[in-house]
């Protein structure tokens, strides 16, 4: 019989294949900075006038619920007025369910504002709560097809305006409410 012989078989070294695998996380990682550098769009701030308020950035959750309301009502309004040929009263969008002028536990919460109709031009809502949303006014156009118009006031002690001017609103410390649309709310590709 022979001898045995011992081979010794060292295992294989995992050096080299951590440093490929390093080399290969590193070149995707540049690629990919690469292609968002490439791709990549700036993205312009705007900002609103003194007189204005951004309806994302600047009003309280309950006053964004208004809001969107009192846009959203403005159809149904044009509607109405086509109809009747006259602007429907608080109290008839309030029947007919419509918020924000309907009373339930919603508009409540959000103010409590009492809605009357000025000059058959404006729905003014004075809010009961200042501190959980302000005093609104929406402006309606001479025809439909004329975008919302919605000003805020936050005072505590408010009348209905008298003269429904911008530059009275102004003065009486109304501000009014716009929306932005810009790439914090939409997305563009260009294909």
């Known amino acids: 019989m022979s001898t045995p012989t011992t081979q010794v078989v060292r295992p294989a070294g995992a050096g080299h294949e951590t440093l490929y695998v390093l080399l290969l996380c590193l070149m995707i990682l540049a690629v990919a900075?690469?292609?968002?550098?490439?791709?990549?769009?700036?993205?312009?701030?705007?900002?609103?006038?003194?007189?204005?308020?951004?309806?994302?950035?600047?009003?309280?959750?309950?006053?964004?619920?208004?809001?969107?309301?009192?846009?959203?009502?403005?159809?149904?309004?044009?509607?109405?007025?086509?109809?009747?040929?006259?602007?429907?009263?608080?109290?008839?969008l309030a029947e007919e369910g419509f918020a924000p002028f309907a009373r339930d536990a919603s508009s409540v919460s959000r103010g409590g504002h009492d809605w009357q109709l000025l000059d058959a031009r404006a729905y003014f809502g004075q809010s009961q709560t200042p501190t959980v949303a302000g005093s609104f006014l929406l402006r309606l156009s001479a025809t439909d097809d004329g975008a919302p118009d919605i000003w805020l006031n936050r005072a505590s002690k408010l009348t209905p305006p008298a003269d429904l001017s911008d530059a009275a609103l102004e003065s009486a410390g109304w501000q009014q409410v716009v929306a932005q649309f810009d790439a914090g709310v939409t997305r563009q590709h260009r294909h």
């Open 33 to 92: 900075g690469s292609v968002v550098l490439w791709r990549g769009e700036s993205h312009e701030v705007s900002s609103v006038s003194s007189h204005q308020l951004d309806a994302r950035r600047d009003l309280s959750a309950s006053e964004q619920g208004i809001y969107a309301d009192l846009r959203v009502t403005l159809d149904e309004i044009h509607l109405l007025r086509q109809e009747q040929q006259t602007l429907p009263t608080p109290e008839a």
